[in-house]
């Protein structure tokens, strides 16, 4: 199991990676971050949130460990399936794959991978921030969605 903590706008974001999968991701991790990481996967994960943060990706390509749920892997495509920039609420979610809301909270809540399964992208009904277990919570989730509608505002259409 490799580790390695990269700084960012929001926190110390811990990676962790078994070598051919991510295994998780921690938003306020402690610790110093480290520059010289000698695993190639999370090399490539660091990079690759590194651009997220400046703007200049918009989706990730990165391998996931598998979830531990049997309704995980349905959750996660839903949630993965949300655009850059975009929001969708927990019961729209559920209507798309036979779930219900609070199922969908839970997922989010369990979501080993915040940030590249964006669940800051999902909203309570009538558009209401709702929870956001990562980081310092709502204030992090607030954070990631002004930055992807700042950044998404500078994309061309």
Known sequence: MSQSLLP??????SLAGDGTVLTAIRIGADG???EDCDDPLLREARAQLAAW???RLTAFDLPLAASSTPRGPAHRAAIMAIGHGE???YGSI???IGSSPRAV????RANPFPILVPCHRVLGAGRSIGHYSAGSGVETKRWLLDHERERNSLWPR
């Open 87 to 89: 929001t969708a609420s």
């Open 105 to 108: 909270g839970q997922a989010c």
């Open 53 to 55: 943060f400046d703007g």
């Open 8 to 13: 960012s706008p929001i926190g110390n974001i």
């Open 32 to 34: 110093m971050p480290d």
């Open 94 to 96: 559920a209507r798309a």
